[in-house]
């Protein structure tokens, strides 16, 4: 009854929490979940290989959501026990036995008022010892213990920041939520409890595009985001608030992440604060005014953007909140799909809120998958393009049922029914963690609202449902990964007990937690250890070989490449949750399988196919720069080990693209998962298989290539003759095709190349020399030409001025004649009458006197402006 009465105490206590009893041994523990009706962190739990789930060892906006979560449920519980002391210590030694922790580090701990430890969720051996016996044991003796238990006791509901070290580590700055003022009625002494996590950015997922609904685009908005909620909330000053907000825009390296990934921050009244690629001008501008004077979008569309912005963490009970929302770029644009994370921050009683996105895709990014025999991918086989799909159909779901704003049942109806949730034979499941039926099926939605066990008893596979159901589960629960089952396809009844693989992943929706799955069989395609032309060789069929483009050839290289790719992947560390249900096999090592594929294992190999293994920079493993690639296994060649791809082409007496550019072709084509990239090498070009994975952290990828030659005649005819054309041969016992005669002795065609070579020099010299005097003598035609011009533009300018001279010259005679002529007519006339000697009268003299214009003419000769 006591027992009974502890649970209903304490359940009453924390009713938004669901709490279990246990019976160990002679103690009772408390342990409690999330209930339903809560979120406890960003709905997102990615897959370990693309940043993992939420962890405490970084700045993430979930991070502070479990924190403070676990915080508030633990005080709750310790104040509700705080009358009864038995109850007290029963909170207090679960905390201790690590039954309230959650997840991925997240643990409680608990001080009293003179800084003695009293519950640690993480170190047991801390209990009943101080601070600065703590700071002691993990070596942070040059730091302040009685300053933080001062500012522990000083805070309540509130973040404490300071400096903290795990066991073998650098010290690193840490972030608490604390609830203080916890008493224990039973001897008045108070209580502290905080969780917390480490101020250190999420890893950067690259190489990434903002143009896909990738898991990497997930992990890289959360970094971004998660850092810039950090330092804003921690500044304490305007002007160290100010110095976040331009850093924000300005500051690429750590707030923009390759390739098209950058924050936006708005005050709640829908001024612009901050962009990482609409700056200066856009600054102090409202969204929807913005948008439209830049001919973006429609003013309501942008007023709408914000209010949706807005009201999505308004509205949400912690401050972030994932959105679905239309885009454009122009008003002549239709609207692109996108999502963003987004979070509230208030600093000086003002709210902003602050996100990053990327664009909801989903699989138009995905090539064809079709190869050069025509067959497209299928979920049948552990193809490249397998692996391939599965990772953009599962983070398409998530990033859609995480920021959708549709009903759960919704949600769930697109992903049975949706095209976008499909590619060929591949599609999706979900079930439910809280209650284990079916919640959306891509290939029969007749099996949605069905437990796993209860599918494959209506159907007849002879699998256990119950137990690949826990499986499923527990790899979800630990942050996502691969699960290896034991399957029986009912169609292929032949072919059961084969292997089947899928990738499982959680997600969280209006505080429901689910898991969800894509599969393929974990079969490698069919390999052609012969041509399928039908060519023999004495009668005997000829061997594929990577030396030529074939489709047998295509098929080898993506067939092994597949099966090198499932069993890395299987063998990775970022693996870790793997699980191998129903099978009698033993995880194998990331290391065995190099070793296996640079010995030439027939799982990766047939006749001279086989596959590489390249870091993308692994310095330490290799002689040299590691920025060519470095080559951890590699079966043409396991001397080649060690070295990159300059050094394997130098050692190959290869003639093809440098090592650093074929390493980042490869590395780019395989961003998506996998793809192909063509090449010169030699006479002929290279066509190169490339997927990526992960292990420890570090990135890699897989390759398998041969060269795209054409067949020649065969080398003997079905019956046993010489099968070579005049001016082929073959010199080579093992030799298949014929090739060119070699008609001179080496010596000679040694001495031919190197005339060539001094010949193609002198020639190279000669018209060198020529082009320059070409150009010389262009430059001499060009100058002459812009001479003439010249020249001719003076000698006609030179012509009008004597013209105007002439004219001058023949208007003053004209002048002169007319004065002559005037003159002597006055003189006929003899004196006027109206003239006089006396200096002292002025006569006036009219146009219409005769003696008018002989003075008028008289004036003009001395006088230029009389009129």
Known sequence: MRFLGLLLSVAAAISSA????????????????????????????????????????????????????????????LEDAANDPDEFQIVLDSITGKNLNRNSG???????????????????????TSIKEIFDTVHLAFADPAALHERFMASNADWVSYLWTDEGSEAYVKLAYIINN?????????????????????????????????????????????????????????????????????????????DGFYLFMYTFDGEMKAHGILRDDSFGKNLWDYAAENDIMPIEEGLALHETFQNAVSSNEHPEAWVQYPWRNSLEEDPIAKVALLVEVEFNNELYYIGAGFRLSGMDSIESDTHLGGEVCSDQYNLPCSFTTAYQLSSHAMAYAISSF????????????????????????????????????????DFVGKTLAEIFEDVGIPVNGTELYGQFRIVSEQGGGWVLYNWVDLARRGMSNFNKISYIFQLTIDGHDYFGGIGFNHLRYPLDEHMRNGMKQNGEPIPCSREFGLVCSENNARAILGQALAELVLSSSEA?????????????THDVILREISKRDPNFSINDFSVGVFSFDRNGACSSNATTGCAVAYGSNSKYVGM??????????????????????????SNS?????????????????????????????VVADYLTAEIGPTCLNSNGTNGCPS?????????????????????????????????VGSIGGYLYVNQKRKEEARERKVLASKMTEMEKIIEARKNIDNEISDLDEAFGDVKRKRHSLIMKRAALLGRPSTWTTSCDILVPVNPEDEEYWCVLESLRVTMSDVH
Request: hydrophobic share 35%.
């Open 18 to 77: 669901e709490e279990v009893r246990e019976d160990q041994g002679d103690a009772l523990v408390l342990n409690f979940a999330p209930s339903s009706a809560e979120e406890v962190h960003d709905g997102l739990q990615l897959p370990l290989g693309a940043g993992g789930s939420c962890d405490a060892r970084y700045t993430t906006p979930c991070a502070r959501t479990n924190s403070r979560w676990l915080a508030e449920k633990v005080g709750a519980a």
């Open 106 to 128: 997240f643990y409680p701990f608990v001080f009293d008022q003179d800084g003695i430890c009293v519950a640690h969720g993480s170190h047991a051996e801390f209990v009943g």
């Open 182 to 258: 916890i008493t224990d009625v039973s001897n008045g002494r108070s209580y502290y409890v905080g969780v917390g996590f480490q101020d250190q950015p999420l890893p950067a997922d690259l190489p990434c595009s903002h143009l896909f609904d990738r898991w990497c685009s997930l992990t890289n908005v959360r970094r971004l985001v998660g850092r810039a909620q950090f330092e804003l909330e921690q500044a304490n000053t305007i002007v160290e608030f100010e110095s976040i907000v331009y850093r924000i825009s300005f500051d690429d390296n750590q707030y923009k992440i390759p």
């Open 576 to 588: 870790s949750a793997v699980q191998f249900v129903g099978l009698n096999r033993q995880r194998r």
């Open 727 to 759: 001016g082929m041969e073959c010199t080579d016992a093992d030799q298949s095709f014929c090739k060119p005669t070699d008609e001179f002795p080496v010596w000679i065609s040694a001495v031919i190349g190197t005339f060539a070579v001094l010949l």
């Open 406 to 445: 549709d009903h759960t049942d919704e949600i769930f109806k697109a992903i049975s029914r949706n095209s976008e949730f499909k590619h060929g034979d591949f599609y999706l499941f979900v079930y439910g963690l809280d209650d284990d039926r079916c919640m959306a099926h891509g290939g029969n939605e």
């Open 673 to 701: 998962g996998s793809g192909v990239f063509t090449y010169p090498y030699g006479g002929n070009n290279k066509r190169a298989w490339v997927a990526q994975f992960k292990h420890d952290g570090e990135n890699y990828y």
């Open 644 to 669: 990159t791809w300059n050094e394997i082409h130098a050692a190959d007496n290869a003639v093809t693209i440098p090592g650093d550019l074929l390493h980042q072709k490869l590395i780019d084509a």
